[in-house]
């Protein structure tokens, strides 16, 4: 009799759990479940299991955005799979629940305040709507893009790097920090891809789009997109603004990565110097090179005179500077080379006159920024080839800074910049050679070669 009670009281009792069991785990959250001690393991494993297809996991909405804040730059962000049709140039977010269409435009180039320059940018149209309004996909790709132009002032080796290589890493490691991703390109030009396919490799392993390039009647489908490239300002890379800290020496190892020369660095006994030389009616000539060259070697250096075209090819400068351990050069394009130097080794900028807050920020501050020694000659009035077309009370020589003024337009660049050379004077710059002597010097035996 003891028996029959106790074992209707436990079917009673068991019961009761399970209408309690039953009546509330609509309601109750996992957390409540957790305490229970009846049959723990199994029902928080159903419950869990039950909820997930129930409500899955959140995720964020696909969407379309663009900061329009920055006054050198617009970045774009395709936060959702997207498809590309080469013959609109339009990316399209494919999200079925948009019943309406949102449509972005951008250019993606930073220089968006230059108005002559800009309207030369392929201009791309980023949009979202119902699936029925987009192609299929034809090529599918499992990483995301990155989508800039290669326009613009592409074609000096400073714009290569300052409008687009740069900017390309930190968007890269902003973005997409230790992803892999997929480079499509506008506004190539013929000569851009094989002078450059080798620090394209180094961004990324999958062949480049080259959008102008491409067959029309092929689509790609890509996971996400970010169309446009962040830029920190004349060559600088700011380790601040990007998660993962990287630098312009980061950027550096990035060239070393992908042109891989380090077995190949041309041996020398002694210092080796490049002379960038510039040539023909450019403006900032060195006059009297041969003299200045000759004294170079005097003082102790090994000197290579360096003459960089557009069809120099990028891995044989590479080869040629990484080897060196001083470059020397008047402010202009070529000094971008800077960026091929190893890290302690020197740069020797000659600024003409005018010129000065042009070559800080151009050249002086990446160069620190580098790790590189820094040395600077400023021209004289009596080293400017300007005092012979100018007389010594205009300011043109007397005060380019109030010449210049507020209004820096083209016609006061070419006054420095195209109607300039220099004439050095051989025994003031020997004295800032010799200690560029010592050091490179100094450099040399610590490194070996």
Not at 26 to 54: C, M
Not at 145 to 169: E, M, Q, R
Not at 223 to 234: C, D, E, F, K
Not at 395 to 416: E, S
Request: contains cysteine; aromatic residues 10%; positive net charge.
């Amino acid at each position: 009799m003891v028996r029959k009670t106790t074992s209707k009281r436990y079917s009673v009792a068991l019961v009761i759990v399970m209408v309690i069991y039953v009546a509330f785990s609509s309601v109750f959250d996992r957390q409540l479940f957790r305490s229970l001690s009846f049959s723990q393991g199994t029902l928080q494993q159903t419950w869990e299991s039950r909820r997930i297809k129930q409500q899955p996991q959140e995720t964020t909405s696909a969407t379309i955005t663009c900061d329009r804040s920055h006054s050198d730059y617009d970045l774009c962000s395709i936060n959702g799979s997207c498809i590309l049709d080469p013959k609109t140039g339009t990316f399209t977010l494919m999200d079925p629940t948009f019943a309406t269409s949102l449509v972005e435009k951008i250019r993606p180039y930073p220089r968006k305040a230059e108005n002559w320059t800009m309207p030369r940018i392929k201009e791309l149209t980023l949009s979202s709507g119902p699936l029925g309004l987009t192609r299929s996909c034809d090529i599918t790709h499992d990483s995301p893009a990155i989508v800039f132009s290669a326009g613009g002032y592409t074609g000096s080796i400073y714009h290569d790097f300052l409008d687009g290589f740069i900017p390309l890493f930190i968007t890269a490691n902003s973005v997409y920090p230790d992803r892999d991703f997929i480079l499509v390109v506008v506004n190539s030009k013929e000569w851009w891809m094989p002078k450059y396919i080798d620090i394209l490799g180094a961004f990324s392993k999958h062949k480049t789009i080259l959008l102008d390039k491409e067959n029309a009647f092929f689509t790609h489908c890509f996971p996400s997109a970010t169309v446009g490239l962040v830029s920190h300002g004349p060559k600088i890379i700011d380790p601040t603004q990007i998660p993962n800290s990287k630098s312009l020496v980061d950027f550096h190892n990035l060239l070393d990565k992908a042109l891989n020369t380090n077995q190949f660095l041309l041996k020398t006994h002694k210092p080796r110097l490049i002379l960038v030389s510039r040539y023909g009616n450019i403006g900032r000539v060195i006059l009297n090179e041969k003299e200045i060259k000759e004294m170079l070697e005097d003082v102790g250096f090994e000197v290579v005179t360096f003459r960089p075209s557009k069809t120099t090819s990028v891995r044989e400068a590479y080869k040629l500077i990484k080897s060196s351990h001083v470059m020397v050069g008047v402010h202009g394009a070529a000094l971008t080379h800077l960026l091929f130097l190893r890290p302690g080794s020197m740069l020797v900028q000659v600024v003409p006159l005018g010129l000065g807050w042009a070559s800080k920020t151009c050249y002086e501050s990446p160069a620190k920024a580098m790790k590189l020694e820094y040395i600077e000659y400023r021209v004289n009035v009596e080293e400017s080839s300007l005092i012979e077309k100018y007389n010594r009370d205009d300011l043109v020589l007397k005060d380019p800074i109030a010449f210049r003024g507020m209004d820096w337009n083209v016609t006061k660049m070419k006054v420095y910049l195209k109607e300039q050379d220099v004439r050095l004077d051989v025994n003031r710059f020997r004295k800032h050679m010799n200690e560029a002597y010592e050091k490179a010097k100094l450099f040399m035996d610590l490194n070996g070669r």
